[in-house]
């Protein structure tokens, strides 16, 4: 595979392992929240009254739940405006409901609009313009803060490690959280991170085969 394909979810998914700005629990939520890409596609539907640009979020053998709950939908809309948008929120929840389930994730329930965070937005905003640039600067520039702030913490306690044990122990935490960082970051850009399943079940290409052994600290 050409590298230069993977970079920019490598970079992302360095972000998610390894806590620069994303907690995992914020970034998997992204199909949660009510701007997000699945209730978009849902609005759409039922904007043309056709179930088919939802389909691709659900897998096969769920359709059926997810057709019956669109159709569902379009009936109460024709109930008056307080039917159709209680309505129309079921669907959405339902909707992403099942999308996370199909890939093994919990639900906790809709997230408002506006609660994405920035690196996930520039995620949707260079697949939109058709441009990585912005995405790629917000990213390495996260990861690059992240590596001098913990160098810079162990290189300070590396100094007086031999002073005490305390001090020693000081420079043996912060020796292990610099090690690990990077370590994740790079194995992350190497394509050794996991994937979530897409609603068929299919896994997101790696950048190689088998993942390396974890550094042993």
Known sequence: MNKKTIVIP???LALLSAGVTLSAGSA????DTLDGPVVQDARIAL???????VLKWV??????KIRSSFRETVAAAKKGAKAKEAAEHRFFTSLVKVHRAAEGAPFTGLKPAGTVEPAVAAADSALASGSS?????IV???VAAGIRERFD???EAKKHKDESVAAGRKYVA???EYTHYVERLHRDAEGHAAHHGGPDGTKAPHGHGDAHASHGH
């Open 10 to 12: 490598a970079l992302y």
């Open 28 to 31: 998997r939520a992204h199909c």
């Open 47 to 53: 904007e043309k009254n056709d179930v088919t640009p």
């Open 59 to 64: 897998r096969e053998k769920d359709e059926a």
């Open 133 to 137: 640039a912005e995405l790629v600067k």
């Open 140 to 142: 390495t520039d996260a």
């Open 153 to 155: 913490r162990v290189a």
């Open 174 to 176: 912060a020796y292990v």
